[in-house]
């Protein structure tokens, strides 16, 4: 019997039973349930430029853009999650019926629900008449502006071809957030599909409790091909375009989509901590949140998981937290540590993180005022940046198919040490895309990798459980899932059969 089978029948028997351990949190004097409607957090957009409204964007964007920009912009925003989030806030939708009911809210009206949603309050609405079950607000979902920044004083300026290659603080001194640089990009995902408290965008665990969909692991560039995505990388568009880019040593895109990848993994494995700084943090979002600790900040499973020994849990370790404590969100530190040791620079995340772990085991949820600006902090961040900017600056030149052998193959012996599920994930993700393209497999290995990896770590998109399952609790649908999550049947998936070529020696 291989070991992977002998481990899931030894697991048949022994079903997890759920417990909440809740002994920390009474502990800790805390009101778990609490949600006052009026008590849940206000977002904060960026200040000082005015938004255009998408119907503005969409004008000009339904058709090709002299050949920098994708045709199919607004086609394919139209066609993804996002332009119909803002339907989720309806009371039609069962799910939130049911948070609604449980949480007293109109979530249309709730600022904390608005935050990740839709549109911000001060963007225009269309022109043209709005059936009347739709207010103005609930037209567009997530706009263009919600990711790409107001448009009042980039509007004008865009237009230009000049503006193509501005460096990302130019654009941003005109309201733009450059998407095309990949930690600039990871961070706007991440402020919704992890959580920011800076900006109020943070799914309080009340609204878990009643019933919001658990935000699991996030991979920026695996959720963009989900998506559909709007626009062309520069090494796909013509070979004029790529010239001229060359031509003005245009860098923002990094050298492939793995590096952008792991560029977005080091920002993931930041915002991680920056999520209980930021909470912990002064001014706005002392005001934003509705209580201190807010437990949906932690790493759930800290909490959340099933008492039996032995455990996985255990067996992974605690990276330095002691055990008990809520630590912080797991998943990004995996894929982070590949990120480290592609940079050259290789890291423990652990090691990254003590600052805030430090803090979080002097007491459950640490104190709030170390928290704030915890010793040591601001050099774990430096070496975040660090790799970042070492990421970055990579070249995309004949050296990139020799990187990419190196980098599938740091992922697949990476993978099988990621410890549980959403670890394992956004390992999976990025192996199952470099895989497409690094050299020394065959066509068969790379399709026979993929096919592992799918069984084995499902690499579909977290789906918002089915409207109708929203009386399902939350341990039958995630929780399982984690629990189901079988280690040898991963590390197998992880294996990449010996390279069929030798591989070609690196460019000196
Ligand atoms: C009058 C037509 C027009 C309108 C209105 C317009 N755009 Fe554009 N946009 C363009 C053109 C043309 C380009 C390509 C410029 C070039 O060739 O570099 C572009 C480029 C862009 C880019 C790529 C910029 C880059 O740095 O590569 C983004 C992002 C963008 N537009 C977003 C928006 C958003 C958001 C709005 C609404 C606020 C909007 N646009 C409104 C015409 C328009
Ligand atoms: C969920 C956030 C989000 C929304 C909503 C969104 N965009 Fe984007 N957009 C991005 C990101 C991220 C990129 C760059 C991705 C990359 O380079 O990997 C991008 C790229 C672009 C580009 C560059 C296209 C190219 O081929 O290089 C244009 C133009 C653009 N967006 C316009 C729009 C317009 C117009 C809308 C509204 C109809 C819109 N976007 C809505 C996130 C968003
Ligand atoms: C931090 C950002 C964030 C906040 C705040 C937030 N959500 Fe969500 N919500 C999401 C994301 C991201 C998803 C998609 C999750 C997935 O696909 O796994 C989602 C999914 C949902 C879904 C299931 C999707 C569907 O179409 O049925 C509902 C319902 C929902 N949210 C309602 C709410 C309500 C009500 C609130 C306010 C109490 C709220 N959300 C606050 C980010 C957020
Ligand atoms: C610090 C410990 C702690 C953390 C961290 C934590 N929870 Fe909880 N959670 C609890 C406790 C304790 C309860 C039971 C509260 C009660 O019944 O009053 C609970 C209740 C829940 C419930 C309701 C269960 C039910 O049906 O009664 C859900 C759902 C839930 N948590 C989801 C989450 C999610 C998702 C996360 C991570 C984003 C999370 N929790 C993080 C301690 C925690
Ligand atoms: C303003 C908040 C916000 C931002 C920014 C954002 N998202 Fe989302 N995203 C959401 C919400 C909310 C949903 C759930 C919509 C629903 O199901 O109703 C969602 C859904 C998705 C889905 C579909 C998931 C599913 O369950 O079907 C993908 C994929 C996704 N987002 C990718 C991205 C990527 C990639 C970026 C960054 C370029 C991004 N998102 C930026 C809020 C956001």
Redesign the pocket.
Known sequence: MSRATRHSASRKGRRPAWHLVAAVVIAAGVRVMAAEPDDLPAPVFREGFSYKGAELCVRCHRSEQSAWCDTATSTAWRH???S??H??LLSTNPRTRSMEEALGIKAAETTSCK????HPDAEPGPEEEIPEAENRFFHTG?SCE??HGAGSSYLEPHLHTSWRFLSSAEKASHGMVD?RNPAL?AE??L???MGDAGTG?VVPHAAYAAGHPPLGA?E?EA??A??GPHWKRVWEKSDRIQELAADKGYQVEAASTAHRSLIGALVALRESALLVQKAAGPATARETLPSWPELSLYDCQACHHDLVLPSRRQQAGYGGLVPGRPGLVRWPRRLAEVAFSTAEMPTAADDILSPWVTSLNARPFGHRDDLRAPPGAGNALARVDAAIAALATVRRDASLPERQRQIAETLAAAGPRSGDLDSARPVAWVLAEVIQTAPGWTATDRAAVRARLETALDLR????AEATAAAIPFWRTSLDAAAAYDPALAAEAFRLPPPQTPAPLPPR
């Open positions: 993804d999650a996002h119909r989030s339907l989720a935050a990740c949603h839709t997530i919600t990711c998407l990009k706007n995902c402020a919704c599909h965008r996030f920026m959720a963009s989900a998506l998109m977290p789906r918002p």
